[in-house]
């Protein structure tokens, strides 16, 4: 028969265990808990760390498209046609490969919100971002980057009045008129229908504009 003496001992041993596997299971499931939260951050920041990596991979294939065609006239003009040729054939797998992160990141929507980002991105443009740059230029007595920075300018105001009047007709279903559209190899000024016998930005003469199919 137990004593009362051993009862209470054994009472008070199995509170002992009781209260450590208590302890226990709350240390573990706040262990847990803050291995979840640690692997919830490091996601986080994983997924936000490739988004940056797709900005920028964006970025520079976009560059080295128009980089390569450059390079490939000049290598036309030299007579180099093969070479040419290659530079062309890199610069359309440039293009795959920025079309395919623009993708990934989830930028090409509705035409309704593509236009919008157009117009918000011409109208960032030339309202802020090269008029800074034209003063840059003014200051530091570079002229060539002033023009080149002015043409583009100036040009971006009327690319984001093209797209505003598109998406004003979307939005109000009204049908745009099929017309053709066509730039000058100068200054990038682009015309909408009719075109003047010269260029309004750089006097190229109208002979010279491209037509975009």
Partial sequence: MISNSDRMFLNKDKRKKNHYSNTLNNKTQQVSLLLACYSTVFLVNFMAKTDENLKAAFAGESQANRMYLAFAKKADEEGLTQIAKLFRAAAEAETVHALNHLRVMGQVKSTLDNLGTAVSGETYEFKKMYPEFIDEAKKESNNPAQSSFD????????????YQKALDALKTKKELQM???????????????????????????????MKIN
Avoid: M, R, W
Wanted: net charge negative; with cysteine.
């Fill in 151 to 162: 043409y583009a300018n100036k040009v971006e105001q009327i690319h984001a009045n093209l």
């Fill in 179 to 209: 017309v053709d559209y066509y730039v000058c190899p100068v200054c990038g000024n682009t015309f909408e229908g009719s075109t003047p016998d010269n260029c309004p930005i750089c006097a190229t003469a109208k002979e010279k504009f």
